[in-house]
């Protein structure tokens, strides 16, 4: 059974390029939230691998989704990584603090991405 | 509540008030006080002139007195001597011894004597009519006797002469009724007068005692009007002064037209001028807080709108370029993806610039050794140089010239000029990166190129946004904003960036900064007297991350010193509020310490962000400031400080307080 990965995004374009770097890979099957609530009722749902989390939805900010995901014992333990168009250090370190694994600044490399997801699905961030 | 509740008393006091006491409240201070001396000196004034008429009257009746009484003593006087010489005369008649003559002798030698002293005191007491008819009684009975006794001497005997003594005594007679007449008035007068003296010094008795009861009472009333009045209303202006002091509004100004009155009026508008002072403050604040919360929100808005989609437009590209495509598609997306990395970075730069202007810039400023920082420049961009057969020179080689920056902005600042000196160069030219130290405490890092050169207009201009000089010409690509964000960030780091230009020979970019001295080179007396600071106290000890929030650079000196002299801790500072919150989320040191006063936020201030923000509320923070009073240490330590230091700091309790730290921290945390 290959892992999932939870991608909670609002934008259907950025949704669907990294759905096809995901197929690319072959290595997870994405699952893919549009809002931040069913975001976090995926995440318990589903209990992925690794969540990737837009830091603007609709309904909420990155660093309250990741407040939630967090407060619920499921889905504390799972990495989050944070895919932000908004690059100040300050964001990035009030997640980074907030609990995030990892910090992936929009717009990103793909070859940097893939290395990302391959570090994460072999147990463990990449080096 | 309070406040409206004391203008609504005021007015219906003031109404209250009858027309004397608005009278009053008009009158001048210097009136007041003429009127409260006049006071007593009008009671004093009224006493003195009836006691003084009073004295008057009584003066002249004892002068009436005095002359009733030499009136009547003179008179008794006259019909004393009289009766005298009746006497001797009737003995010398009985006996016809002259033995027997000696009163009628005696009292005719005197009676002239008499007689004018009645005459004077008649004159005086302005009986002189009626006293001349007692003189000439007395005259006659004084002749009757003289002829008795030359009859006596003759040998008359007593018993023939008895008709002629008859008559003598009916002449006697008639002097004792003119006597007793004239005296009658005078006595009377004399009587009258003693009492009316009697009545007069009573008179003045009382007048005297009321005059003195009038005038202390018109003294102590004067004095309470004056001192109660007016020092119930000083302590109110005081009063108002003080709530002035404390910025609190003002109550209604009492009517009223004298100087007391001026002043609480004028109390009265500063208070309002302070308090519409105070609420455009206010509102300038809140304007410029909310202000500044949007143009962040709009920065990160701006970044994460733009990047969104241009995440999707070079992933796709990317994705495409993997493809299989013909040479003409393959160059196609090349040329996409070219594009939107330029749209890239433009958008970093302008964002960049946007933080720089709102203050929202986050810098970690640190020792910064420019060899390395400037290696690294040159071996990133030879590359790009060579394109265009442009050769760069890399001459930095102190290794003592170590600056005062954030590494990452430094680097970005000097690939910039680098890049710039290489688009702009003539093919074959070259770039030489220098540096060297100033006579301050400066560091100068240049870079020259033997471009066509810039004209002191073209000077001015290039710093400004999209001012791209012969970028036309020389078909350059660039963000254009690449200059004045490199400007931008050097002042950031408190350095300046300029530009010299001689056209035909080429441009010289300078970045100053401050100079960060070498322990190696130059051991800090500092370090060397704190105690055992060596490596050999801690050996092998953990690492201890330290963040250091302060704005004074002498203060960063010594703890840098200090930390670097220990060797088990990494410092960190920042040289503001904004800066220090930055980096304590982005490092999460083991210890902060934080200085009370920084440019931008206070201490306070600093402190409570750092205890609500989760990931740096388990961080100990040590206050550091030369404000040491006990009040400000209970409300710091109340508000999560772990500790406090005073300024100068002690090294030893710095040293013992690091120590704390590193045993207290659960092992493996940190590097």
Redesign the interface.
């Given at each position: 059974v290959s892992p999932v990965v939870l991608y909670i995004e609002d934008?259907p374009?950025?949704v669907?390029?990294v759905e096809?770097?995901l197929r690319?890979l072959g290595r997870a099957e994405l699952r893919t939230a549009a809002t931040g609530a069913e975001g976090v009722r995926a995440a318990a749902a589903a209990r992925p691998a690794l969540i990737l989390l837009d830091?603007?939805l609709p309904d909420a900010t990155g660093s309250e989704v990741l407040g939630q995901l967090t407060a619920d014992p499921a889905t504390a333990a799972i990495p989050v990584v944070v895919v932000?168009?908004?690059?100040?250090?300050?964001?990035?370190?009030?997640l980074?603090?907030?609990g995030a694994a990892g910090f992936l600044?929009?717009?990103?490399?793909?070859r940097e991405f893939e290395a990302m997801i391959r570090g994460y699905l072999s147990d463990g961030p990449p080096a | 509540m309070e406040s409206s509740a004391t203008a609504a008393a005021l007015p219906s006091e003031g109404r209250r008030r009858r027309p004397v006491g608005r009278w009053w409240l008009r009158l001048p201070v210097r009136a007041k006080g003429i009127v409260v001396v006049a006071l007593p000196l009008a009671a004093l004034l009224i006493v003195t002139t009836a006691s003084l008429i009073l004295q008057h009257t009584e003066q002249g009746q004892r002068t009436m007195t005095h002359a009733a009484t030499g009136l009547n003593t003179t008179a008794s006087q006259v019909l004393l001597d009289a009766v005298n010489a009746e006497t001797g005369v009737r003995g010398y008649i009985a006996t016809a011894n002259p033995a027997f003559l000696t009163p009628y002798l005696q009292a005719l030698a005197r009676t002239g004597t008499d007689r004018r002293a009645l005459s004077t005191a008649a004159a005086r007491a302005g009986v002189a009519r009626p006293a001349r008819q007692v003189i000439a009684s007395s005259v006659t009975v004084m002749a009757d006797l003289a002829q008795l006794r030359a009859l006596v001497a003759s040998g008359e005997t007593a018993a023939r002469l008895a008709p002629r003594m008859l008559q003598g005594k009916s002449a006697t007679d008639v002097l004792r009724q003119r006597v007793a007449s004239l005296t009658r008035g005078p006595m009377r007068l004399l009587s009258e007068g003693r009492s009316s003296i009697n009545g007069l010094e009573t008179d003045i008795d009382r007048v005297s005692i009321g005059g003195l009861i009038l005038g202390l009472l018109a003294g102590v009333a004067g004095s309470a009007l004056f001192t109660t009045g007016l020092t119930r209303r000083i302590a109110v202006s005081s009063a108002s002064a003080s709530q002035l002091g404390e910025g609190r509004p003002l109550p209604p100004v009492p009517p009223g037209g004298d100087e007391l009155s001026r002043l609480d009026a004028a109390l009265a508008q500063a208070g309002q001028l302070l308090a519409s002072r105070a609420a455009e403050l206010v509102t300038a604040r809140d304007q410029a807080v909310r202000a500044n919360q949007a143009k962040d929100a709009f920065l990160s808005n701006t970044s994460h709108e733009l990047r969104t989609p241009l995440n999707s437009i070079l992933g796709f590209t990317q994705l495409l370029q993997l493809s299989e495509l013909g040479a003409e598609d393959q160059d196609s997306v090349e040329r996409i993806l070219g594009a939107g990395r330029h749209l890239l970075a433009l958008i970093n730069e302008l964002i960049d610039v946007a933080r720089i202007e709102s203050g929202e810039l986050s810098l970690s400023l640190e020792p910064v050794p420019l060899v390395p920082l400037a290696d690294e420049a040159a071996q990133l961009l030879r590359p790009l140089a060579a394109e265009r057969t442009v050769r760069i020179i890399q001459s930095c080689a102190s290794p003592a010239l170590v600056v005062r920056a954030d590494r990452q902005r430094l680097s970005q600042v000097l690939v910039n000029l680098i890049s710039n000196a290489i688009k702009y160069n003539l093919r074959g030219g070259t770039i030489t990166i220098s540096c060297h130290a100033t006579a301050g405490s400066q560091v100068r890092l240049a870079v020259a190129d033997t471009g066509p050169g810039l004209t002191a207009d073209e000077l001015e201009r290039i710093f400004l946004p999209f001012e791209r000089l012969g970028a036309e010409r020389h078909g350059t690509e660039g963000t254009g904003i690449g200059l004045p964000l490199a400007r931008g960030l050097a002042e950031a780091m408190g350095g300046r960036l300029t530009a010299e230009s001689t056209p035909g020979k080429g441009s010289v970019f300078t970045v100053s900064l401050p100079r960060e001295e070498d322990a190696d080179l130059r051991p800090p007396a500092a370090a060397a007297a704190a105690p055992a600071p060596a490596a050999a106290r801690h050996p092998g000890a953990p690492r201890l991350s330290v963040l250091y929030i302060e704005d004074n650079p002498a203060s960063v000196e010594v703890v840098t010193r200090y930390l670097r002299g220990r060797g088990d801790a990494r410092l960190r500072t920042a040289s503001s509020g904004q800066a220090g919150l930055a980096a304590a989320v982005r490092e999460v040191p083991d210890i902060i310490l934080l200085d009370l006063h920084l440019g931008d936020l206070r201490g306070e201030e600093v402190l409570r962000e750092l205890r609500t923000e989760p990931a740096t509320a388990a961080v100990p923070v040590i206050i550091l400031s030369a404000e040491a009073s006990s009040g400000m240490i209970r409300r710091l330590i109340a508000a999560g400080a772990a500790g406090y230091l005073t300024k100068p700091v002690q090294l030893a309790e710095l040293g013992a307080l690091l120590d704390e730290t590193a045993a207290a921290r659960p092992p493996g945390a940190g590097q």
């Open positions: 934008d374009d950025n669907r390029l096809r770097l690319r830091n603007r932000s168009g908004d690059s100040g250090a300050r964001a990035a370190a009030s980074r603090a907030a600044a929009k717009p990103f490399d793909i | -």
